[in-house]
């Protein structure tokens, strides 16, 4: 007999028990551990196929045009000063252009990974196993979904960068970057087990919103293991599986 779905109140509610910023960070390290799962390969290998393609062009990209420009900027007698610019350059890279190339990577993903927490969740009996949708119906739905977080990304991320050039304001501006990016990137990835029970986004902000801590612990651990080189291609993947675990476990706490 199929387990009864609990309300979206009683989901908010259970999630908030979760709310602690160590235990929702675990997710991640286990989502990590379970990528190697022979039931998850079909969902996994073109993901990380797309990531170390996109991962490794946007180094070798970044590191060619940066030492053009490094080299024309700077005077053969300023030569020494070349390693502040590429410091610069690493900073910029990481909290700039490498989380640009995830949300590609993402969105080319998007229909694997909705297949991926969805096969989380039936294991763990998070949730009834739903039909299973035709490949192009899941493709459709999930660049939807994607593109749709995406114009939420972009309205926020805009004028953040706008504050990199304000005098005064550019100094806090990587700050409130990095915990910008931390906050989608969890958005981004709760979002995949949250759709495959029919909850929107809306309603994922307003559930999100009631357990802010956690949510950032959870994304501020994706975006520190984007940061690292051959790890980052790993994270998209463990972080849906480890979201599929967080709302999974949370909803077996719920009774039916």
């Known amino acids: 007999m199929e387990a009864c779905l609990p309300s979206h109140d009683a ?3 259970t999630l908030e028990r979760l709310n602690h910023p ?16 022979p039931e998850l390969r079909q969902f996994i290998w073109i993901p990380l196929l797309t990531n170390l393609v996109l991962y490794a062009a946007a180094l070798l ?6 030492s053009v420009f490094v080299h024309d900027l700077l005077p053969a007698w300023l030569g020494f000063l070349s390693w502040v610019l590429w410091l610069a350059f690493a900073v910029a890279f990481i909290l700039i252009m490498y989380f640009s190339f995830t949300l590609m990577a993402n969105l080319i993903g ?35 979904a994607e593109f749709g977080r995406l114009r939420y990304f972009l309205a926020r991320a805009i004028p953040l960068l706008i504050l990199f050039v304000i005098p005064g304001l550019n100094l806090v501006a990587p700050f409130l970057w990095l915990w910008f990016n931390a906050w989608f990137l969890a958005m981004e990835y709760l979002a995949y087990p949250l759709e495959e029970q029919g909850i929107g986004f809306d309603e994922q902000r307003r559930l999100a919103s009631g357990m802010r801590t ?3 612990s959870f994304g501020g651990a ?16 463990a972080a849906v599986i480890g979201a599929a675990l967080y709302v999974s476990e949370s909803r077996s706490r719920v009774s039916p």
């Open 11 to 13: 989901l908010s509610m």
């Open 110 to 144: 998007a229909p694997f990974y909705g297949r991926l927490a969805e096969k989380i969740m039936a294991q763990l009996g998070g949730m009834a196993a739903s039909p299973e949708q035709p490949w192009g119906k899941a493709l459709t739905s999930g660049l939807a």
């Open 214 to 216: 956690g949510v950032l």
């Open 22 to 37: 160590s235990l929702s960070a675990t997710y991640l390290l286990r989502g990590l551990k379970l990528l190697a799962t």
């Open 222 to 237: 994706a975006l520190l293991g984007l940061a690292v080189p051959g790890l980052n291609v790993l994270i998209p993947p």
């Open 61 to 66: 990209i970044g590191i060619h045009y940066f």
